[in-house]
């Protein structure tokens, strides 16, 4: 059974950083890419951020590009984003999701984790 | 604004067929599959149909996807209270780099 488990998020304050972790397990976690998906208070989803199954291969959303930093350990099963300079408007739930191939690029998310809520806030 | 076009709300009562829509352009739905998930606040988003009208194992099939050009549907016959949620639709976008594009959400409520 795939699993994913998102950690890391809380309180911080604007300008503030902040790790997100997501330990997976249930599949072969290298063969696949990985994404970062956030939901605003109220409103939609939005792709954030996505990596490779070896890690080598990452893209961002305008939004957060030269802010957020996207890694992976396939020793540990764990996905993480390093989020820096964080705003009012990264106030969200992140959301880790499984891709269903080893790149991000149109393949589509298969199996995504609970969440972890970041506020960003003074 | 997000850059898929969903209805904000749908509603119906069980037993009847509801549909909802999602509107994008030639750089996402009119050039790529669609996707649909299902999400209850609080649970992880579950996918429900992917390459617009393929359902993962364990779907029922009350759950269906069509796309026309640019647009595309999800269709939920034979309502169940337990439809009650909250649905996205998503597709790949091929502008400049490419990424993943979400509609805003359809909160589906079963009366």
């Known amino acids: 059974e795939v699993q994913l488990l998102g950690s890391g998020g809380g309180l911080v304050q604007p300008g503030g950083s902040l790790r997100l972790s997501c330990a997976a397990s249930?599949?072969?976690?290298?063969?696949?890419?990985m994404s970062w998906i956030r939901q605003a208070p109220g409103k939609g989803l939005e792709w954030v951020s996505g990596?490779?199954?070896?890690?080598?291969?990452?893209d961002y959303a305008d939004s957060v590009k030269g802010r957020f930093t996207i890694s992976r350990d396939n020793s540990k099963n764990t996905l993480y984003l390093q989020m820096t300079n964080l705003r009012a408007d990264d106030t969200a739930i992140y959301y880790c999701?499984?891709?269903?191939?080893?790149?991000?690029?149109?393949?589509?998310?298969?199996?995504w984790g609970q969440g972890t809520l970041v506020t960003v806030s003074s | 604004q997000s850059v898929l076009t969903q209805s904000p709300s749908a509603s119906g009562t069980p037993g009847q067929r509801v549909t909802i829509s999602c509107s994008g352009s030639s750089s996402n739905i009119g050039s790529n599959y669609v996707y649909w998930y299902q999400h209850l606040p609080g649970t992880a988003p579950k996918l429900l149909i992917y390459e617009n009208n393929q359902r993962p194992s364990g779907v029922p099939d009350r759950f269906s996807g069509s796309k026309s050009d640019t647009s595309a549907s999800l269709a939920i016959s034979g309502l169940r209270s337990e439809d009650e949620a909250d649905y996205y639709c998503?597709?790949?976008?091929?502008?400049?780099?490419?990424?993943?594009?979400f509609g805003g959400g359809t909160k589906l409520t079963v009366l």
């Open positions: 249930g599949f072969t976690f290298t063969n696949y890419a």
């Open positions: 998503a597709a790949w976008d091929d502008t400049l780099s490419g990424l993943w594009v």
């Open positions: 990596i490779s199954g070896p890690g080598g291969t990452t």
């Open positions: 999701a499984k891709v269903s191939a080893v790149v991000v690029a149109a393949h589509h998310h298969d199996y």
